[in-house]
């Protein structure tokens, strides 16, 4: 579990800088990045789906789905208190503007249809730790039932395809460079770290029979 936790904190940090220094530097990987986001537009599907999926990253959409999974959670663990893995998902939804606006100053990297503060994506950033900790909450209730228990591992995924689908619709649309969705998916990999962490132990159950019953739910 440990070496896992740091695998999806240093690596993605390694990538960011590398990823930020190509940006920042106007480097060969920049310039290839923007001649794969022409080629994307190029292909793009119908607008009004390219913006749809862009939309997905808005705070407004995403926001209400943590905030539902965090009030599911925190209610089905029948604690007074929001147990860590709740806390963990909140501070890391509130780091997403505390990291990217400042990086967004500091990089100053020009947009696709003008203007500077493009990297990185807020918007990728934002699907990135709304969906993922939310899944990431979900998968750590106990579920008894065995299909529920399939359900939920499956949770994981579709955040991360769902995500996938916003970051192309944000170059689809002009809205961003790859590199800037790609550099947001590296922040927001390691929060979701800390809310796995957080979480870390509390979708196993034991045996039936063994140790102490389990609880009515929890997270």
Known sequence: ???????????????FAA??????????????D????RRMRED???????EFLADLGNIEVALPVLAAALAYVWTRGRRR????????????MAAVPALVAPLKALTGRPGPLGGTGY???GHAATAVVAYGAAALLLA???ARPRWARSVRWALPAAAALLCAAVGAGLVWRGYHWPLDVLGSWCLGV????????????????????????DPPGGC
């Open 1 to 15: 579990m440990l070496l896992t936790v740091l695998s999806a904190v240093v690596l993605p940090l390694l990538l």
């Open 19 to 32: 990823v930020t220094w190509q940006v920042t530097a106007d480097g060969p990987l920049a310039e290839e």
């Open 34 to 37: 923007e001649r794969l986001a």
């Open 44 to 50: 793009a599907p119908p607008a009004a789906l390219a």
């Open 81 to 92: 208190r929001p147990p860590p893995a709740v806390l963990a998902a909140a501070a890391a």
């Open 119 to 121: 990297f990185p994506s």
């Open 140 to 142: 750590s209730v106990r």
């Open 190 to 213: 390691p929060l979701l770290a800390a809310v796995l962490a957080a979480s870390g132990g509390s979708g196993r159950s034991g045996r039936p029979g063994q140790g102490r019953p």
